[in-house]
């Protein structure tokens, strides 16, 4: 049995964002898609619990998750082709939508659908509305998916690599745009990012996934000022900067290990720069080392709380 994702605890609060990020593989579509109940068969949730606004997701059929998908629970993918419905026109798939999850009458529909793509920043909507998916571009099909999943003045949205599959000037462009509207809807969001750049544009909280777990959770400045995970200092220092004298890239080493079987001790050792042999007992758990900022690292956890500080900022 393959545990793609193991032991992940998190709260998304209204209005604010998390941020997931870790690198490919390490969980964080798998998180996402449980919380939608869209995990394919063989593939299962075996324990857990999910609650929006106090409702277990767990509990509820799967009509009722149905419902909730895309109304009070929006995602927004990386490939809008892939979530855009070919053979409809942009208006049609809106006007539906609405139809469908608001109850609004058809011309209502329309006169709305036209005002969600002005507030995305597409010019001339009208035009728009009457175009397929395959006549507009990469940063038009995903301005109208973000159209359309805050469109439902969802609870939570997900987007997961929403802007990876797009050119940096209109990157820049779309997270401008999704920043303000998260802030108009008080959703709570949850940002699926492997660009820390995203991570310190639009998160209030972020998580770090390492091999299906948190190994590292708090707000966005802690995890940025004072990161205390050996595989988080690795990725901030992973950045290239410009204008730096220091010219060289430093990936993170090594490889994230096979989650078939994965080892009994911390799963980021062999490619720790600090690893020593308490890394061995056992799979480190998530502490909270300061408050609101919790770690998952043997030598972090059993360092006294003055080292800890001390460290993080050498
Ligand atoms: N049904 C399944 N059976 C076996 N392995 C699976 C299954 N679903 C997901 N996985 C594995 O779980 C791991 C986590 O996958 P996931 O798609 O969540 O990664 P990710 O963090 O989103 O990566 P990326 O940044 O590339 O999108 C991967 O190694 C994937 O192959
Ligand atoms: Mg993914």
């Not at 490919?24 to 919380?35: C, D, H, M, N």
């Not at 003045?153 to 779309?174: F, G, H, M």
Request: hydrophobic share 40%; proline share 6%.
């Amino acid at each position: 049995m393959v545990k793609a994702v193991n032991g992940v605890s998190f709260d998304v609060k209204s209005g604010r964002t998390l941020a997931i990020v870790g690198e490919s593989g390490s969980g964080k579509t798998v998180t996402v898609l449980s919380l939608l109940g869209l995990i394919d068969p063989p593939g299962k949730i075996v324990s857990g619990e999910i609650y929006l606004d106090g409702r277990n997701l767990l509990g509820l059929s799967r009509e009722e998750l149905r419902r909730l998908r895309g109304k009070d629970m929006a995602l927004v993918f990386q490939d809008p082709m892939t979530s855009l419905n070919p053979v409809f026109t942009i208006g049609t798939q809106i006007t539906e939508t609405l139809i469908c999850h608001m109850g609004i009458a058809g011309a209502e529909a329309k006169i709305e659908a036209i005002e969600m793509l002005k507030r995305v920043g597409l010019p001339h909507p009208e035009k728009i509305i009457k175009r397929y998916p395959f006549q507009l571009s990469g940063g038009q099909r995903q301005r109208v998916m973000i159209a359309l999943a805050l469109s439902m003045n969802p609870r939570v949205l997900i987007a997961d690599e929403p802007t990876t599959a797009l050119d940096v000037t209109v990157q820049a462009q779309i997270l401008y745009e999704m920043r303000q509207l998260i802030k108009d809807c008080r959703a709570g969001v949850i940002l699926i990012t492997h660009d820390l750049g995203v991570v310190a544009e639009l998160a209030d909280e972020v998580a770090v996934m390492y091999a299906g777990s948190i190994v590292e959770y708090g707000d966005v400045y802690e995890i940025f000022d004072n990161p205390l995970h050996p595989y988080t200092k690795a990725l901030l220092k992973s950045i290239p900067r410009l204008g730096t004298k220091d010219e060289v890239l430093r990936p993170v080493l090594g490889q994230p290990p096979s989650l078939i079987d994965l080892p009994g001790r911390c799963a980021f050792l062999p490619r720790c720069e600090h690893g020593a042999g308490g890394c061995r007992a056992g799979v480190p758990s998530l502490e909270e080392i300061i408050p609101g900022h919790a770690v998952a690292c043997h030598r972090v956890i059993t360092a006294k709380p003055e080292e800890v500080t001390l460290r993080a900022l050498a």
